[in-house]
């Protein structure tokens, strides 16, 4: 959560920094601030949104060095005093920070009994007040914010602009932070996107790493206090991607992406994706873990690996994996997914299984991300920047590629690709504008509902939570999903005249006993919108999807996203940046 860049070179940093922020207004958009020196540091901060900011009305001089923070509010309420960045005693330096300083509450205590006063809420001004403790036994700035960043526990990433020496100084362990590197100017960013329009090199530093950057970089090792070469890599991802285009909405955009997106995914090393099969067959114990809808996918998963290949995968969401570690051994295997990479209850489901010497491989969509870089193997999505908070394009090529995955392991991935090439080109059909105004009438016909429920079995139960999930970020309507042969051991009560029931009803083992849980809703006066290759009268509305055998969770759901975007539309949100939520959840 919370996205942070920062700017030194010839351009007009603030312009740099404002613009790199409303890249990252995703990872949270409740309040901001930029920080930026011009002989004295100046602060600009507020409460709302930084997209509705312009360069003329921040009121900021031409500056070449600047910092500045979208905030995801964890630690003290949303208003100014609490934006970031934050100044340090005589305005000498101004600090931004992502993450959560765990040890915030006995810092702080300590810190008020040396006699510092604190004026904001927040676990940030705890890490300043901690510098400007360091410095007094240790004058210099970079020494003393390393030292104190490792009294922090928890993770996190910080960047901090110092007005004496007019550099910048940045640390990281366990936020996201990566260093562009362009000609006579450096970016720092918690993602790509903010150095897209700059430059395409990019180091991505690593945990516990520092970096000083002035009229060229350095990076340190925080514990050793040594000086350390890095690797700078290429970004593939271009501009145009990171654009809304002619789309009104980012969400819209990436929904309709999945006309080639699944492709894009499925263009694979086939000899990565045999090695990975591999090594889930030679695994003791396999784990599907990641978060949200990336969790949603992991739980299909299990099913598409036990129906494909007759094996088992374990599931289990990213935060709740590690109360599991009794279980994992060196033999265990991780199947990591997450779109972002930079999830912190997947990161933590990864240091789980790696202190247990097992393994871990991953799917993710951003290069260079920390889920990649602690993985033996990892396969990239290659679906470009995800920039909607609700996943639409990750989720389906996440699920072509774990169903390829079951493929692979059971030795049959030829068969695989060729099937989900196919399913990818059934996904370009359904996207027509047909099939768009009828989910859009639809919409407006439920908007009013204050509950919609999901109803799926087998691998389509995974999709009825991904469904329910996807309603509710967006439209905020109460919406659940069940395992269709659970509702009649409680949730039947709820039922409804009326009442919205989507009946996900794949042409499989499954159809005949999910057409009898959707007449035991309509009989209690439910309204069945059925999800499936062929009508039936049990439907009072009917959304056709092509029959795609076990890849079905990836037709399913795209009507279903289609119809939460216009839900949310319709209902007047904006479906990129629903309440509450941030596209990269960095805090546990
Ligand atoms: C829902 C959604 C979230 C994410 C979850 C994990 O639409 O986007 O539930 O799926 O926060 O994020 P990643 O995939 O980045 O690990």
């Excluded at 090199?201 to 060229?216: C, S």
């Excluded at 240091?351 to 889920?371: A, F």
């Excluded at 967006?474 to 009946?503: D, T």
């Amino acid at each position: 959560m919370c996205g942070i860049v920062g700017y030194k070179g010839k351009k007009n940093g603030c312009e740099v920094v404002l613009k790199g922020l409303k890249d990252l207004e995703y990872r949270g958009y409740d309040s901001w601030g930029i920080a930026a020196l011009n002989g004295d540091i100046r602060i600009v901060k507020d409460v709302g949104k930084i997209s509705e900011i312009s360069l003329d009305n921040l009121g900021l001089e031409h500056s070449e060095l600047a910092i500045g923070h979208t905030r995801w509010a964890t630690h003290g309420g949303v208003n100014k005093i609490n934006a970031h960045p934050h100044f340090a005693q005589g305005e000498t330096f101004a600090l931004v920070q992502n993450g959560i300083v765990e040890n915030f509450q006995e810092l702080r205590g300590e810190l008020k009994a040396k006699g510092h006063q604190f004026t904001t809420e927040t676990d940030t001004e705890v890490i300043v007040k901690l510098i400007e403790e360091e410095q007094k036994s240790n004058n210099d700035l970079k020494a003393a914010t390393i030292s104190a960043f490792n009294k922090l526990k928890g993770r996190n990433a910080i960047v901090l602009i110092d007005k004496e020496t007019q550099r910048i100084i940045a640390i990281k362990d366990g936020s996201p932070l990566m260093l562009g590197i362009g000609e006579n100017e450096y970016i720092l960013a918690s993602d790509i996107s903010p150095l897209l329009s700059h430059t395409k090199q990019v180091i991505f530093l690593d945990d516990k790493e520092a970096v000083v950057v002035n009229d060229t970089y350095q990076i340190f090792d925080i514990v050793s206090g040594e000086e350390k070469e890095k690797k700078v890599q290429t970004i593939d991802w271009d501009v145009e991607q990171a654009k809304k285009g002619e789309y009104p909405h980012f969400m819209l955009k990436e929904i309709l992406e999945q006309k080639h997106t699944i492709k894009q995914a499925l263009v694979q090393d086939p000899e990565l994706i045999q090695n990975i099969a591999k090594e889930i067959n030679n695994a003791f114990g396999v784990y599907a873990v990641g978060c949200g809808t990336a969790g949603k996918v992991c739980l299909a998963g299990t099913y598409a690996f036990s129906q494909i290949a007759g094996k088992h995968v374990n599931f289990a969401f990213g935060s709740e994996f590690p109360n599991f570690h009794h279980f994992i051994t060196s033999k265990s295997l991780l199947m990591a997914v997450s779109q972002s990479g930079e999830t912190a209850d997947t990161l933590e489901a990864i240091e789980t299984v790696k202190d247990k010497h097992g393994k871990v491989i991953s799917l993710v969509n951003v290069m260079g991300s920390s889920v990649m870089r602690q993985s033996e193997y990892s396969l990239l999505l290659n679906n470009g920047p995800e920039i909607a908070v609700a996943s639409t394009k990750a989720t389906t090529s996440q699920l072509a590629l774990m169903i390829l995955l079951a493929y692979a392991s059971a030795g049959r991935y030829d068969e695989g690709m060729k099937h989900l090439n196919e399913v990818s080109d059934k996904v370009g059909e359904m996207l027509g504008e047909n099939y768009l105004s009828s989910l859009k009438e639809l919409a407006e016909q439920i908007k009013g509902s204050s509950d919609i429920y999901i109803i799926g079995r087998g691998i389509n139960y995974a999709m009825a939570l991904e469904a329910a999930i996807k309603i509710q970020e967006v439209s905020y309507i109460h919406a659940e999903g069940f395992a269709g042969g659970e509702l009649k051991h409680g949730p039947i009560a709820l039922i409804s005249q009326g009442m919205p029931c989507i009946a996900l009803v794949a042409n499989d083992e499954t159809k005949a006993d999910m057409l009898s849980n959707a007449m035991e809703i309509k009989s209690r006066g439910g309204y069945i919108i059925g999800v499936s290759p062929e009508n039936n009268e049990i439907f009072d509305y009917w959304i056709k999807v092509p029959d795609v055998g076990i890849a079905s969770p990836i037709v399913n759901i795209v009507p279903i996203q289609l119809l939460a975007y216009y839900l949310s539309v319709a209902r007047g949100i904006d479906p990129d940046k629903p309440r509450n939520l941030a596209k990269s959840v960095t805090v546990k």
